[in-house]
């Protein structure tokens, strides 16, 4: 999952939209045009080519795969060993994420603004971008489709932060996140895992772990191990609440509005 850069980005204005409720299913897809290797076989790189239409994305995710550009080959799609996953309720709190949490006033939403955070992580930074226009595109189609998810940080109404990811089932990718305030994209990652796991969802996929990911609680799975569990778990009808909720509700205390 690309944590995004280091150092907040300009910030700038946006307007949340979309309705309040369970996020929409997502659409059946159908089958894909690709045979894949069987990812458990191979060293993390499971092959090149093929091409990001919706059914080939979402049969890829389904079989715990992903696509990751790199300059100057043909699309590599990789399924790597170990595999990073953050579970719900891992994720270290430290004491400035908590004042955040504690005296910002943000809030966040669901799906009401996956344009915007798409671009936001796709925006240029120093060392450059992975996510090139056609996959904007791509996942902009799969959140059409109600296959990916966006999660938003707000403050009042300009948009700060946020991540977006596949969903299948009760595991969902991470993709990408960003932040226009500090700590805001850790905010992201902390809602979404608080509103995966009241859906009745599994585990987030962060695919490759980092130091970064590692000191927010993200641990190694084996890819065998993580295999088996989305094999079980994909077609689970988890479906994330969307309404715009108060930060505050996230703060290790417990003790704060829920």
Do not use: N
């Amino acid at each position: 999952m690309d944590t995004g850069p280091p150092e907040p980005s300009p910030s700038g204005s946006s307007r949340e939209r979309g309705p309040a409720g369970p996020a929409r299913s997502p659409r059946p897809m159908p089958p894909s045009g690709w045979v894949w290797p069987a990812p458990e076989d191979g060293d993390g790189l499971v092959g090149f080519g093929a091409d990001l239409l919706p059914a080939t994305l979402i049969e890829a995710y389904r079989q715990g795969v992903f696509p990751w550009p790199h300059e100057g080959v043909a699309l590599p799609w990789f399924s790597p060993d170990p595999r990073g996953v953050l579970h719900p309720g891992g994720m270290h709190v430290s004491r400035s994420l908590a004042r955040t949490l504690r005296r910002t006033g943000w809030t966040t939403t669901v799906d009401a603004a996956a344009a915007e955070v798409i671009a936001g992580c796709a925006a240029a930074r120093a060392d450059g971008t992975w996510i090139t226009p056609a996959m904007q595109q791509a996942y902009l189609r799969l959140s059409e489709l109600g296959w990916v998810r966006s999660i938003e940080v707000w403050e009042d109404r300009e948009l700060v932060g946020g991540l977006y990811g596949v969903q299948v089932g009760g595991v969902l990718t991470g993709e990408s996140m960003f932040h226009r305030r500090t700590d805001a994209s850790k905010v992201a990652m902390l809602d979404l895992l608080d509103r995966l796991s009241r859906a009745g969802g599994l585990l987030l996929d962060v695919q490759l772990l980092t130091d970064h990911l590692e000191r927010l609680g993200a641990t190694a799975m084996p890819r065998e191990r993580f295999l088996a569990l989305l094999a079980v778990h994909r077609d689970e009808p988890v479906r994330l609440l969307t309404d715009r909720l108060p930060v505050t509700r996230l703060h290790p205390s417990g003790t704060l509005p829920p």
